[in-house]
């Protein structure tokens, strides 16, 4: 439809160039002959007798009244027989046409030279292929885009954008393809339009989130943080906000914070997903750049009983201690406003007392408490769960359904 409306605007202004051009030559000019050539013979006859006057003046005639008769009657024979005749001086039509073949074939010629036609129609030809390649993107089976295909992809995209600014997916999905061709940019731009559009979604939270994330700010990473973790309050399960959590924590140095995401993260997949191996190394990668080593750590997975309520302001203490049941913890970790299920790794970093280390532990027992009042001393009314006696670098299962 654009096209159309393109070329019945171009032949529009064409056909006014043509009648420019036209109409002035085919309406000619009219010229009454008579009437210029009695306007000539008097201008002669005055001035001749102006002549004549001053010649005998001068005294260089002898007869004035001779020649002023010879002198009118060379204007009476200059006189034609008819009434006054018109000229009308036209041009005829085939003599312009070569003129408005060569307006038009200029006019044309000129656009195909110049007017990069070639980007126009693989303009309209990527903006009508926009469903089958969105598509494509979205379908993890279908065969992947080239470089060129996202590229077409994303001018379709900023198209159909300028004509619907308000469409949040488009948005996300053009950030989206900023981020997978390193345009940062074009993705947080992209991704920043797509949240204010539907701040409430999601899907929406996590896209902003992520391209802050590839900033490299501080102001947006602190941002990202906040969003990603109330996305987490709102759905404890969200395992792509974990995994970015945990990104942006190992990026920041703070390897104790993306251990404890992708613990978390671990929680929450299905037992055969090929993904736990990958967090597996991705755990055992902080727990060395933290100077911690994975044989002499305990990663404990937190569950609640259906008949548990957490009361406001609670905090989930989980402690680790030796298999012989002494009440004494080795190493404890405090989680203010817990969100069940959760996972905590600890080692010798959460140690109790220096002199005491986990790590000279050989089998361990570790146990969570869901403390109330702030009082770690006290547990009336706490509930606690205890896992069975494992080894150092095991995980382990600690279900919370007993109350002091």
Known sequence: MTELWFWLVTAVIVLFSIAIFVIPILKGKTQDVS???????????RE???ELNDENREGLINDQGELEVELKKSLLDDIPDTGGVSDNNTVKVWMIVPGLILLIGLSYGVYFIKGNSDKVNHWHQV?????????????????PLSDQEMEDLALALRTRLHQTPSDATGWLLLGRLGIANRDMATALGAMEKAYKLKPQDMTMKLGYAQAMLYTGDDVYLQKARE????????????????????FEGFGRGAFQEAI????????FLPQD???????????????????VNPASSVSVNVTLSSDVTIADGSVLIVSVHSADGAPMPYAAQRIDKPVFPLSVSLSDVDNMIAARPMSALSEVVVKARLDTDGDVTTKKGDWYGTSEPLKLGDESQVRINKRF
């Open 35 to 45: 009437a210029s050539r009695d306007q000539l013979n008097k201008a002669f006859f």
């Open 48 to 50: 001749r007798m102006s």
């Open 273 to 291: 997903d090929p993904r736990h191996r990958m967090l597996d190394m991705s755990i055992a990668q902080a727990k060395t750049k933290l100077g």
């Open 260 to 267: 404890e995401a992708w613990s978390a993260m671990k929680v």
């Open 227 to 246: 969003l990603l973790r109330s996305v987490i309050g709102e759905d404890p399960t969200n395992t792509q906000a974990y995994s970015l959590l945990a």
């Open 127 to 143: 903006t009508a292929e926009l469903p089958e390649l969105s598509q494509r993107l979205m379908n993890s089976d279908a065969e």
